[in-house]
């Protein structure tokens, strides 16, 4: 069974700093590709960032490029989210979410993701 575990949300004031952290098991190839999702307060949710498990990166959201980086640990079966710069409008409840198996981020949006974490907040305030 997939288990994706978000950890790291937290208040923190416009242009400061987070961390968030994805632990993830289960999967039965070394083969997926995990993105972060956002849904703020009344929106929608939208993507944010995925890597795949060969170590590509895309970004779904240009409002994050330049702020926002993904990377992984394979050895600790951790993907992390940092964010910089953070902003009132980045507020919301961030997700981890996955697609195995696969070996890249996919090009369509919204993206087809068959797993998916229970989220943590993040709220920056002004």
């Known amino acids: 069974e997939v288990q994706l575990v978000e950890s790291g949300g937290g208040l923190v004031q416009a242009g400061g700093s987070l961390r968030l952290s994805c632990v993830f098991s289960?999967?039965?190839?070394?083969?997926?590709?995990i993105g972060w999702f956002r849904q703020a307060p009344g929106k929608e949710r939208e993507g944010v960032l995925c890597?795949?498990?060969?170590?590509?990166?895309?970004t779904y959201t240009d409002s994050v490029k330049g702020r926002f980086t993904i990377s992984s640990d394979k050895a600790k079966n951790t993907v992390y989210l940092q964010m910089d710069d953070l902003r009132p409008d980045d507020t919301a409840v961030y997700y981890c979410?996955?697609?195995?198996?696969?070996?890249?981020?996919?090009?369509?949006?919204?993206?087809?993701?068959?797993?998916w974490g229970k989220g943590t907040l993040v709220t920056v305030s002004s």
């Open positions: 979410a996955a697609d195995s198996p696969i070996t890249y981020c996919s090009n369509a949006y919204p993206p087809t993701m068959d797993y």
């Open positions: 289960g999967f039965t190839f070394d083969a997926y590709a």
């Open positions: 890597i795949s498990s060969r170590g590509v990166n895309l």
